[in-house]
């Protein structure tokens, strides 16, 4: 190495050298991720001859350096893009300790740590300067202050329970919140289905509204359940395409029992009933917004419950389908069934977005723990001196932090679920079940799935043999290493390395 070279680039260099040794690493990005997550970029390898799928991970500085670029490059000349993987395992110990200063955790309990850290060195300075005094009172004062853990060691205990009760409660609640968007997205596929199956009795253009009001049902319950998720400033927004949105002020939240009219409890009926509203301006272009005709949007609009009132309008144009051979009340009672499971899933939504975890159970926690950690100073100021504030100041970071964590998932709606996403996935398989991608499926006729030969299959041709057994010519290592076993009127049985006597059904002429 040059010795005119500079120590910033000999470090670049030496760091450079080191992450390319590991494998374990994440490599670089295509687009600028969040200091919380780890990028890492993977392409799946086709199979050839006997080797199985290889997944290959890259390194490469240009992520740690800030440098952007448009793909990454294989050694066989193959480009693929990178996937971030938020899935964090103990490989990722070093990206994730070096993006502690960016932990949104961090920035949340900030305070409580900080306070308990200049407190614990404020009692070691203290007990320091007591025990070093020439005065045998302020002497007899500093050893005063030094007690044992035994009375920490006995509430810990108490203290790991509570903090343990409130973080699984909260995860509950974030898994049912995840498992409600599962049906939203399950039923909004089911229903659009059966939309565009029976396309010819409904019409087009009441599949074509129905649609429309499918797709914008998720946004609407995103707004419903998070009414901050809109930026609300209508300064930005030219007036012709501006449109009102009345918001309730003040979001009553069940804490307390019934009747409760003190600490912090209103008895104002317009805060009881919602009755205060501001205004939010939203753009019409934008989505859901756009994808309600004008005077549709004025009646959604000044709804209350707009997720509900989509509901309802899906529900009447499923009423207003006139009975023909294939519309029956069995055709109509089933998509009224959808549009019922979208409706209780509002009420689901609501349960988890307005009922707090018990106030008397979330204060005693955190008195709690406030209490244990501002005391635990004097049981060791005796054996730490004046590390006391660092060992205090980790503690709390802890403890606080599991406590922040239970809060944060307790409403997963207020950013932990990725509800943008899942709108979008939505809308973009609702609005596209009618065109191209999937038009195939809905629009083939009986001569049209007549004529597809479903017999061979790519790399994978099946035949009949005279004694009625069936027969497997492939290329692929998979069958080429089964046996065909005793079969049994239409069954055949395969042995496989990979699927051991498995049944397969086949047709027998």
């Known amino acids: 190495m040059s010795p005119k070279m500079s120590s910033k680039r000999r470090a670049a260099l030496a760091l450079c050298c080191c992450l390319s040794s590991a494998s374990a690493f994440a490599p670089t990005s295509t687009t600028t991720a969040a200091p919380s997550s780890s990028i890492v970029t993977s392409r799946r390898r086709p199979r050839s001859g006997g080797s199985g799928a290889q997944t290959q991970l890259h390194v490469s500085a240009s992520y740690l350096f800030g440098a952007t670029t448009g793909g990454t490059t294989t050694t066989d000349g193959q480009s693929y893009l990178p996937q971030v993987n938020h899935r964090h395992s103990a490989k990722d110990w070093i990206h994730n300790v070096a993006s502690l200063p960016h932990s949104s955790i961090l920035r949340d309990i900030r305070a409580p740590v900080l306070a308990v ?6 009692v070691s300075v203290v007990h320091r300067l007591l025990l070093t005094s020439t005065n045998p009172v302020w002497a007899g004062l500093g050893a005063n202050l030094q007690v044992g853990p035994t009375a920490h060691s006995f509430l810990v205990s108490s203290l790991g329970l509570l903090l343990v009760f409130r973080t699984n409660s909260a995860y509950q609640r974030f ?19 059966m939309m565009n199956l029976y396309r010819r009795d409904i019409g087009d253009d009441r599949r074509s509204r129905m649609t429309q009001l499918l797709a914008a049902f998720p946004y609407l319950l995103r707004h419903h359940i998070r009414p901050k998720c809109l930026e609300c400033n209508g300064k930005n927004i030219p007036k012709e395409n501006r449109i009102l949105l009345p918001e309730p002020l003040i979001e009553p939240v069940e804490t307390r029992h019934d009747n409760d009219k003190t600490n912090g409890g209103s008895t104002d009926p317009k805060v009881l009933q919602g009755g205060l509203t501001s205004e939010c301006w939203v753009d019409k272009r934008s989505l859901p917004w756009s994808l309600f005709p004008d005077t549709a949007l004025a009646k959604v609009a000044t709804a209350k419950n707009r997720p509900l009132w989509t509901c309802d309008r899906l529900g009447r144009e499923l009423a207003s389908v006139a009975y023909s051979d294939n519309w029956t009340s069995r055709e109509r009672l089933t998509m009224l069934s959808k549009v019922e499971k979208l409706s209780n899933a509002i009420g689901e939504c609501e349960r988890i977005h307005q009922t707090a975890v018990p106030l008397n159970y979330a204060r005693h926690s955190l008195r709690s723990l406030t209490m244990w950690l501002f005391t635990l100073p004097f049981a060791l100021i005796r054996d730490y001196g004046l590390m006391t504030g660092p060992i205090m100041g980790g503690t709390a970071w802890l403890l606080f932090g599991v406590y922040q964590i239970g809060h944060s998932i307790e409403d997963p709606f207020q950013g932990t679920l990725r509800l943008s996403v899942l709108c979008e996935a939505i809308r973009k398989d609702v609005m596209t079940a009618g065109k191209d991608d999937r038009d195939a499926a809905y629009a083939a006729n009986d001569d049209d799935i007549a004529n597809e ?3 061979s299959v790519t790399g994978v041709k099946s035949s009949i043999t005279s004694d009625k057994s069936l027969k497997f010519e492939s290329d692929d290592i998979l069958f080429e290493q089964a046996k065909i076993g005793e079969s049994k009127e239409n069954r055949v049985v395969l042995n496989t390395p990979g699927l051991m006597n498995q049944t397969v059904d086949s047709w027998m002429p």
């Open 117 to 122: 850290l200049a407190w614990s060195t404020v």
């Open 453 to 455: 030969d479903w017999t």
């Open 175 to 193: 898994a049912e919140g995840r498992r409600i968007w599962e049906r939203i997205l399950s039923e909004s596929r089911n229903l659009s289905r």
